[in-house]
């Protein structure tokens, strides 16, 4: 399957009051490697493992793949993933007719509120709420993978 999402920074936390829904994530990754990640996630109680490839040029799109495992499954594979595990609440926001998922994380991503929008198409276009700031889609320093190896608190943000 290919997903196509955007991708922001966001400006303020008004989307917290917004939100029908947090969820607590942990995740690791079996795989860091550019044309391919594996990714290990805890989301609440339920565990999966997820293959995602190369982003496309526009970093726009790209192939993901993803199944649910057991909970214990997930915490297990979680002891064999690289270093650096990412921790955030995820943040569900209805705004017309789009989801945006908004990622505050914690750890040595501290500081740093991401929000992603998926698409039907790359131009498809959608409402972009007041708290939405400087769009990062493609911007690989973003992907949960290179924050796992990169952490938000190592970025030089003179």
Aim: proline share 2%.
């Amino acid at each position: 399957m290919i997903e196509i999402e955007r991708k922001f920074l966001v400006q303020s936390d008004v989307f917290k009051d917004q939100a029908f829904k947090s969820t607590r994530i942990v995740q690791g990754f079996l795989n860091t490697h550019k044309k391919r990640t594996v990714r290990v996630r805890l989301k609440g109680d339920d565990g999966f493992l997820t293959i995602k490839g190369e982003s496309s040029s526009s970093g726009l799109s790209r192939f993901e793949w993803e199944k649910s495992i057991p909970k214990e499954e997930a915490e297990q594979l979680l002891q064999l993933c690289e270093e650096g595990v990412i921790d955030k609440i995820r943040y569900e926001v209805k705004v017309d007719g789009h989801i945006f998922e908004v990622d505050e994380f914690f750890g040595d991503n501290k500081g740093l509120i991401v929000a992603e929008v998926e698409l039907n198409s790359e131009t498809e276009q959608f409402t972009k709420p007041s708290w939405l700031g400087q769009e990062v889609t493609g911007d690989v320093r973003y992907y949960n993978s290179q924050l796992s190896n990169n952490p938000f608190i190592t970025w030089d943000k003179a």
